[in-house]
């Protein structure tokens, strides 16, 4: 497609319950970038996919948290025994590739945990 | 350490009057920086990137920065603002490794009549 697709846009979801958030990316996209951004703050680091290399994951919050993606398609990242604490936008970026600086972002899923 | 702070949280204009929002950061190196604009419930989006090349960078809707070495500023203005103008703008710091966007925490912009 045109841009990043994320879904779902939004998720409620009880305390507990495991979530799994979908992104799509630009297609020949090779860099491909989570981010958490809590409720009036700025963008939090999570993940980060290149190619075929291994994932830098030095983001993730806990082991809680993973996220796979194959090849240079899609990515779901996937938090298990969901807590308030991650009520979030989840927001996906794609890259050209990783020193291209054209980052392109879904407009995200906002997950809500009750 | 590398870092990036936005020092104002909240910024209120009056419409047709500059805009300034302000961002410094921290680095041992030449860094790479970039002003995101994110609408109310719409994605990010990039408004202009200083990457080493001019210091005074142009951007979309009439948004400009400069990089200034000396301050360790990337400050982003705009010489008249419009209500379309209104939401949250995020400067953002390209890491060494050039693979972590490192966000502000933001500055919502509010404009009035």
Known sequence: ?114 | AQSVTQLDSHVSVSEGTPVLLRCNYSSSYSPSLFWYVQHPNKGLQLLLKYTSAATLVKGINGFEAEFKKSETSFHLTKPSAHMSDAAEYFCVFLSGGYNKLIFGAGTRLAVHP
């Open chain 1, 1 to 114: 497609g045109a841009g990043v697709s994320q879904s779902p846009s939004n998720k409620v979801t009880e305390k507990g319950k495991d979530v799994e958030l979908r992104c799509d990316p630009i297609s020949g996209h090779t860099a491909l970038y989570w981010y958490r951004q809590r409720l009036g703050q700025g963008l939090e680091f999570l993940i980060y996919f290149q190619g075929n290399s291994a994932p830098d994951k030095s983001g993730l919050p806990s082991d809680r948290f993973s996220a796979e993606r194959t090849g240079e398609s899609v990515s779901t990242l996937t938090i298990q025994r969901t807590q308030q604490e991650d009520s979030a936008v989840y927001l996906c970026a794609s890259s050209l590739t990783e020193r291209n600086y054209g980052y392109t972002f879904g407009s995200g899923t906002r997950l809500t945990v009750v």
